[in-house]
């Protein structure tokens, strides 16, 4: 049985919706009905940390090992909602994503990292006074980092920013804070991720 372990914040946590709402168990429930052998995932991630907090939780955690089946890796709109500097994110997505394929038995093909939804569209971006076009422009930028740091080391990278564009300012695809997603979004980004999971090679000797 493959485990899955989640690094994240409350996107990865599912601030507002049940366990079963989360994307994560939303996706590993899929792959067990495909006959993939994953268990639900175990999380490092809080509402509210940015990158470098996760970081420090994990060097305060009991050493996790490196046998995962899978790990993900969303984090990085805290740093963006307090204005933190896009290259202290460079420097510690790095961190975050080389430990990710460590957890990964070391296997590149076992990380997934997905890109940071863009909140700017949701009611409470709004209430805040917040730009839509501003936030958009911060979370292109640093998207375009993770991406280009998980291809230099042939991470999959799922791209979930444009349906959270398209679908974030509903109602149903929000949960009642009008800023988290809804069981539905996290379904749309579990169906993305889906079948770039199943493309990993491991996938194939376990189903």
């Known amino acids: 049985m493959n485990t899955f372990l989640q690094l994240g914040d409350s996107y990865t946590i ?3 919706v049940d366990d079963a709402g989360r994307w994560g168990n939303q ?13 639900d995932p175990h999380f490092v991630a809080t509402t509210g940390w940015t990158s470098g907090e996760l970081i420090a939780r994990l060097d305060a955690l009991e050493p996790l090992g490196n046998a995962w089946g899978l790990v993900s890796l ?14 202290t994110y460079a420097n510690e997505f790095d961190i975050l994503l080389d430990r990710a394929v460590a957890f990964a038995q070391g296997d590149a093909d076992r990380v ?3 890109s940071i939804p ?3 569209v949701t009611p ?14 911060d979370i292109d930028a640093y998207n375009a980092i993770a991406r280009e740091r998980c291809e230099s080391l042939a991470v999959r990278y799922v791209d979930i920013t444009p349906v959270s564009r398209r679908y974030g300012g509903e109602v149903e695809m929000l949960v009642a804070d009008a800023l988290h997603p809804s069981a539905a ?5 579990a169906a993305q991720a889906l079948p770039v999971v199943r493309q990993m090679p491991w996938v ?3 189903a």
């Open 14 to 16: 599912g601030e507002g």
């Open 27 to 39: 996706l590993a429930h899929a792959l067990r009905k495909e006959g993939v052998a994953i268990t």
């Open 74 to 87: 969303l984090i990085g709109v805290n740093n963006q909602y307090r204005g933190l500097p896009v290259e």
């Open 112 to 114: 997934l990292v997905m």
């Open 118 to 120: 863009d909140w700017g």
């Open 124 to 137: 409470f971006a709004r209430s805040q006074g917040r730009v839509e076009a501003e936030v958009a422009r």
């Open 185 to 189: 979004m996290y379904g749309l980004w």
């Open 204 to 206: 194939d000797s376990v």
